[in-house]
């Protein structure tokens, strides 16, 4: 007679998903590669560059969306407890896409407004039509935000519920190379539809918003068909959460506290959350510069300076092949994600060092190789990311560590923009203003390694087992 844990297992190898499908459910991933060059790559080079918005109000404006990171704890938990529709992942990841579509086209409309007050005045003032419409745009990234939380983080815990610890890598691998496919897309996207505005004389407000306006309609538009047909039918037929999991059989057992209350049992939560802290941190605090940086220190078109997030999206690309299919299975996650962040810290000199030339190839080739060392570092850290996680309570965990990263990057857009600013009053040369945001970037991936020594999945699993199954049974107190 078959035991019950044969039994599983021959029900978790008759749901293995073939690599077409995980390709297919990564096509998430890569509409959210396709939104994040609109929200990081081209709103922020037009508001600083063309608009002469400040980079504290820009960086500021765009950085909210992940302030309002702490929602994805809450909407990881709704997804493991409360299901929409029938199901536990998919009604969120849609309904989220929907949302945040709307609200990326409504954002380009208020910079517009902005824009137009700067164009009156010739300079940045704080006014009443200023400050009503910054509150605006601050609204809209707050309803983008969670819109991204409430889909994201459903998603992620999709992948989790539908996968077995031993193909859990090779998903990992296609579907976050699925999100820089969409980056580098994104990249190319928005170099067709700004080619026709290069080289044309007159006012930004005169020929921007035109060929804008449509890359925010067609994107988002895209975006949301590509979530339909990424989740279609893949829970129904994949998932294993409700086998998992007694929380999808008792609704009610599992409240947001207790699982809160799960996540403070082992002290490696919060050392693993704080090295997502600063790693994120360090990966994203160019995140609202690099473009400005490209188009004021070597004289690049928005075209070229939207298409760097392709060089290093490629970078990227190749850093998760070879990280996931090769260094991993040979060396380890935790010493190859240690190597990634010691070479992206390295990078971000070499970026510094291509300001000196004002050549574009070189800055090119020093984001192509940025984004290999941040392919490593990356999907080394989303690998630890999962062993980190309880798949009976895949939402929760996958909620927290989103907040982690979601918190890292509005810190990090933000404080780009700040130090950015800062730098343009210390130096006179705006070279050494962009450099000094770089030079913190090493610093802080530097103080990530050390805390990557401190990670350990096995105490985290022996300390996490038994709280787990006491807030089951509701008796953690």
């Not at 309880?390 to 996958?398: L, P």
Request: glycine share 10%; hydrophobic share 50%; with cysteine.
């Amino acid at each position: 007679m078959a035991t019950q844990e044969e039994s599983s297992l021959r029900e978790e190898s008759s749901r293995s998903i073939n690599l077409p499908t995980m390709f297919r459910i990564g096509l998430f991933n890569l509409g959210l590669g396709l939104m994040s060059v609109l929200t990081v790559a081209v709103i922020n080079r037009v508001m600083i560059s063309e608009l002469a918005i400040p980079g504290t109000i820009t960086a500021g404006v765009v950085a909210v969306q992940y302030f309002i990171s702490p929602t994805r704890v809450w909407f990881g938990q709704m997804s493991d407890s409360r299901p929409l529709f029938g199901l536990h992942r998919t009604g969120y990841v849609r309904i989220g896409t929907v949302i945040f579509g709307i609200a990326i086209f409504l954002s380009v409309q208020v910079v517009w407004q902005l824009g137009g007050i700067v164009a009156e005045t010739g300079v940045w003032e704080w006014n009443g039509l200023t400050l009503f419409w910054t509150g605006v745009l601050i609204l809209i990234f707050l309803l983008y935000g969670l819109a991204i939380s409430a889909s994201s983080t459903p998603f992620t815990a999709l992948l989790v519920d539908i996968s077995s610890e031993q193909e859990r890598s090779r998903i990992v691998a296609v579907v976050w190379s699925m999100l820089m496919v969409g980056i580098i897309l994104g990249g190319i996207t928005g170099k067709i539809f700004l080619t026709q505005v290069e080289g044309l004389e007159g006012r930004p407000l005169d020929i921007l918003p035109g060929p804008i306006n449509s890359l925010f309609l067609v994107i988002p538009l895209i975006v949301v068909g590509l979530s339909w047909f990424s989740t279609w039918k893949i829970e129904r037929k994949y998932s294993l959460y409700a086998r998992r999991s007694s929380a999808s059989d008792r609704e009610d057992s599992v409240t947001l506290l207790k699982a809160l209350k799960v996540l403070t049992v082992s002290r490696q939560t919060g050392i693993f959350f704080s090295f997502l802290l600063l790693v994120t941190i360090s990966l994203f605090l160019q995140e609202a510069v690099l473009e400005p940086y490209g188009g004021e220190i070597f004289k690049m078109s928005i075209g070229d300076t939207t298409m760097l997030n392709s060089y290093w999206g490629i970078g990227i690309l190749v850093g998760y092949s070879i990280t996931g299919f090769a260094l991993i299975p040979r060396f380890g996650k935790t010493p190859v994600t240690k190597v990634g962040c010691g070479v992206v810290a390295g990078c971000f000199l070499l970026i510094i060092l291509a300001g000196f030339t004002q050549n574009p190839l070189i800055l090119k080739g020093a984001m192509l190789l940025f984004g290999l060392a941040a392919g490593v570092t990356t999907l080394g850290a989303i690998s630890l990311m999962l062993d980190l996680t309880v798949a009976s309570t895949a939402g929760t965990f996958i909620g927290t560590w989103g907040l982690s990263q979601a918190l890292a990057r509005g810190i990090a857009t933000w404080s780009g923009g700040i130090i950015l600013d800062i730098g343009k009053q210390v130096f006179s040369e705006p070279l050494w203003a962009y450099g000094s945001v770089f030079l913190l970037q090493a610093i802080v991936m530097i103080g990530a390694m050390f805390l990557l020594a401190q990670v350990d999945v096995t105490e985290f699993r022996n300390n996490t087992k038994e709280a787990i199954a006491t807030v089951m049974e509701g008796d953690l107190d």
